[in-house]
């Protein structure tokens, strides 16, 4: 893929959209690329959790208790976007459908873009407040059902 193609599949993604494309930039030339053959382990449920992987092309299928996929990625979907910004343990364990490349996104890499463009880093943290907002709205729902 060219620079610009990693741009563009990296404006698609949720969250990393919000950064301008002189960030964008920045992220798609300093990211690493890795392909994975169908069947092959992105990482296992429990791993240390460092970095995002955005899918380039490809299918990951996200795997919570060792059998078929709870949910599946696709070109432009991030994956594992808790851990662009705390070191965390995979809830999950991903692996490659079909053949597949991603790029990954590591804390440092964030970190240095989201400084640089605080912006983005304003978007980013607008949207995930609304997410642990609705998440806590749901939890004290299903509290009072059960307490």
Known sequence: ??????????????????????????????????????????FRKGDRADCGFVVAEGEIGLDV????????????????AAALFAEIRRPASAT?????????????LMRRVLEEYPQAAAGMHAILAAELESLTRDLMRVGARFG
């Open 65 to 80: 208790e060792g059998g078929k996929p709870v949910t599946v990625a696709r070109a432009g979907d991030l994956i594992g």
């Open 96 to 108: 490659a459908r079909e053949p597949s490349s991603v790029v990954r996104l590591t804390q440092p």
């Open 1 to 42: 893929m060219s620079l610009d193609d990693d741009i563009a599949l990296l404006s698609r993604a949720p969250l990393i959209g919000l950064i301008d494309r002189d960030g964008l930039r920045l992220l798609a030339f300093a990211a690493d690329k890795r392909r994975l053959r169908q069947g092959e382990a992105l």
